[in-house]
């Protein structure tokens, strides 16, 4: 998806990064994960990238779903599996965990998502759905190990920051970059504080 408004600037991308690194929303276990975002080809590419109920992918993607639920509590926050053997049904699936979420955190967002992305997005054969603590990506063609930019989101931390000239600290903004800091104007700066990618 190349829908983004306008490109930004480096540092502003900075920026975002380092709002999702400082995202301060209290997580407690029990509540339902924050969704954000679903990516949900399943009308976009006519037909073809839909399964019927009870097809060999259905099936195989069902298996998917409930080997990441059970392997939610992976340590490492992530793990990736593949349903399947003759293609063209094979499910290749994965979760990955926002880094500083607690092992308890992480496991109830991926049974929950293993759950809730059918809901979400039924039929389809490739979904990728975002929450605050996880996202879990499945497809009918492998994409273990390899980068894809295709699909890029801009989303809002809609918490405020409490003091920018700390918050301008930790961009590295004060010292030694003090003579490159006008670059962007303020209001866009503090803009993006409310900001992650
Ligand atoms: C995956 O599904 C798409 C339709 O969405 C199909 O065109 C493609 O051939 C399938 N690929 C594999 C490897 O099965
Ligand atoms: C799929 O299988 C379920 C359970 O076996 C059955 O209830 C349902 O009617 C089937 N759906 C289709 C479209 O075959
Ligand atoms: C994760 O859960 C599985 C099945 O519930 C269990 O067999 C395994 O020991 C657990 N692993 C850890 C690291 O807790
Ligand atoms: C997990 O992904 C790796 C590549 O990153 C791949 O070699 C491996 O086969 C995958 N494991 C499963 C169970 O699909
Ligand atoms: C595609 O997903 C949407 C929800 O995101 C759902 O309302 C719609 O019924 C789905 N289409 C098909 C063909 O399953
Ligand atoms: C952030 O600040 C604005 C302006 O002061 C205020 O209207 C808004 O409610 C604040 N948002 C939060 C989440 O505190
Ligand atoms: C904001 O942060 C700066 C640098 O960390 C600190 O010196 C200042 O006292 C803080 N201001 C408030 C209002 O907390």
């Known amino acids: 998806m ?19 690194l400082s995202l301060m929303i209290q997580i407690t276990k029990g509540d339902d994960p924050n969704l954000l975002y679903v990516e949900c080809p399943n ?31 992976s340590s490492i926050g992530f793990y990736n599996f593949t349903a399947g053997s003759s293609s063209p049904d094979v499910a290749y699936g994965l979760f990955i965990c ?26 389809s054969k490739r979904v990728t759905i975002w929450y605050d603590e996880c996202i879990l990506r499945y497809s009918n063609v492998s994409f273990f190990s390899i980068l894809d930019t295709s699909f890029r989101l801009i989303l809002r931390n809609p918490q405020n920051v409490t003091n920018s000239t700390s918050f301008r600290d930790a961009l590295g903004e004060e010292k030694g970059e003090s003579h490159r800091k006008s670059s962007l104007p303020l209001s866009f700066r503090l803009e993006s504080l409310f900001c992650f990618s």
């Open 98 to 123: 926002r880094g500083d979420v607690s092992a308890a955190v992480c496991r109830d967002c991926v049974a929950y998502a293993a759950g809730d992305v059918v809901k979400q997005c039924p039929r």
């Open 2 to 20: 190349d829908n983004l408004p306008h490109k930004m600037p480096r540092k502003a991308l900075f920026a975002f990064t380092i709002c999702f």
């Open 43 to 73: 009308v976009t590419l006519s037909t073809t990238s839909t399964y019927a109920a009870n097809s060999t992918y259905h099936k195989n993607l069902n298996t998917l779903l409930s080997a990441l639920s059970s392997n939610s509590n």
